[in-house]
């Protein structure tokens, strides 16, 4: 289960690689990567066939990736999510967000098993602030719905007395 605690973590991170950033402007993996850049944060954008996008040098693979960075959010088909989950875990990254749309079972039980802390089944517009425009939607019908993340249940000290 995702807590709002393992969210907060991340967003703690003010530098984040972005895999599935797209040539098309169009796609959501450039949205997300504009968006987390005009909120503040410093973004490295991935992808293999790329040299620039969104005005940010592309790096072609994680392992390409300067070595401070600790966080990565995955926009990718699920098919190629493990592949970039594998090579996160190989290069030390522990933060890593597999965007709502991008899980794959496999990669989740690798980003565990590695004791990353890992966001998945959310959408990170939906966290990062200010949150605006459809994503605050989405956000308020979570919240309604008790669908939106809590924070994690801490187990209350055992009293010896």
Not at 34 to 45: A, H, I, M, S, T
Not at 64 to 89: R, S
Not at 101 to 109: L, P, S, V
Request: charged share 25%; with cysteine; net charge positive.
């Amino acid at each position: 289960m995702v807590t709002l605690d393992a969210i907060k973590e991340f967003l703690a991170q003010s530098d984040i690689a972005v895999a599935g950033v797209s040539r098309d402007p169009k796609k959501f993996g450039n949205m997300i990567l504009k968006e987390l850049r005009d909120k503040g944060f410093k973004v490295y954008p991935i992808n293999p066939h790329a040299e620039k996008l969104e005005d940010e040098t592309c790096y072609h693979s994680v392992a390409e990736l300067p070595a401070h960075i600790n966080a990565l959010i995955i926009n990718t088909p699920g098919e190629v999510t493990t592949k970039i989950t594998e090579e996160a875990i190989k290069k030390g990254i522990n933060y890593i967000w597999i965007q709502q749309g991008a899980e794959d079972e496999k990669a989740i039980q690798a980003a565990k098993s590695a004791k990353a802390t890992l966001v998945h089944n959310q959408c990170i517009l939906m966290h990062a602030a200010p949150v605006k425009s459809i994503h605050a939607v989405h956000r308020f019908f979570y919240k309604l719905f008790g669908i939106f993340p809590k924070p994690a249940k801490h187990e209350k000290p055992i009293s010896l007395s």
